[in-house]
């Protein structure tokens, strides 16, 4: 476990390191070390988070829970740093993304959970050192507690060193808990969510500068308007409330 500087805000600890600091946590964990996972918070999980629906305390509990804690998201540094908190962003996609690169020194198995077998194609034809192995869950895992249960057990028992969780949030959070209390169960999971779809081509990501800038989120809705309208025009604009109201880590209205 690394030694954990963390900033609280809504009510999620995260933790202060740098993509760097990340991947070498990393780089020392082992495929036969006991299971930990890695989760990276951005404005739609804090929502959901946020929402008072059953989903949202399983997810708190997969936060505490997790070995890492890391922000997601540029927008949410910038909410916090208003609030007077500071927090240092990994990219979930761009932490994929370096874990790939082969200075990194990624090797052996390679486990994914999510995704399609032409996912599973691509990354081989890209990535033709490495043995990756899949496990496709079925549509409307978050409620399927057998399936989650298969997809546990799969990422716990598959050998790999690190396994990617690509099934969405709360999904891969759920997942990942599950994993995690199973006896036995080794290796290290990253929740994270579309970024194998990203780093194989079958997604596009946005261009640098609009990451930079943290308008990745503008990117997306215009690239796919009909499935994400929602997510970032209804509930993703939620999260100003909820920075506004918040109360900090000693329950005192935040200046």
């Not at 739609?44 to 399983?58: F, I, Y």
């Not at 800038?213 to 025009?233: D, I, N, Q, T």
């Amino acid at each position: 476990m690394p030694i954990r500087r963390r900033h609280r805000f809504l009510d999620v600890d995260f933790d202060m390191m740098t993509m760097d600091e990340v991947l070498g946590w990393l780089a020392t964990r082992g495929a036969d070390d006991p299971f930990a996972f890695v989760v990276t918070p951005n404005v739609d999980h804090l929502v959901r988070l946020h929402s008072g629906k059953p989903e949202a305390g399983p997810l708190a509990k997969a936060y505490r829970e997790a070995a890492l804690c890391v922000c997601d998201s540029r927008v949410l540094r910038r909410l916090a740093a208003w609030r007077g908190v500071e927090l240092t962003v990994v990219p979930g996609s761009d932490l994929t993304a370096a874990l790939f690169r082969a200075e990194t020194g990624l090797e052996g198995k390679v486990a994914v959970v999510g995704g399609n077998r032409r996912l599973l194609e691509t990354l081989r034809a890209q990535f033709p050192q490495l043995d990756f192995v899949q496990h496709i869950p079925p549509m409307g895992l978050a409620k399927n507690g057998a399936a989650i249960e298969e997809a546990a057990r799969f990422v716990g028992e598959a050998g790999s060193r690190l396994s990617f969780l690509a099934v969405g949030s709360p999904q891969q959070e759920l997942v990942a808990m599950r994993a995690a209390a199973m006896p036995g169960a080794c290796g290290t999971a990253l929740c994270i969510g579309a970024s194998l779809e990203f780093l194989s081509g079958d997604q596009r990501r946005a261009p640098a500068w609009m990451r930079r800038a943290g308008v990745e989120w503008l990117f997306r809705l215009l690239s796919e308007p009909k499935r994400m309208w929602r997510r970032y025009l209804v509930e993703g604009p939620k999260i100003f409330a909820l920075a506004w109201h918040w109360r900090g880590p000693n329950g005192q209205a935040e200046a």
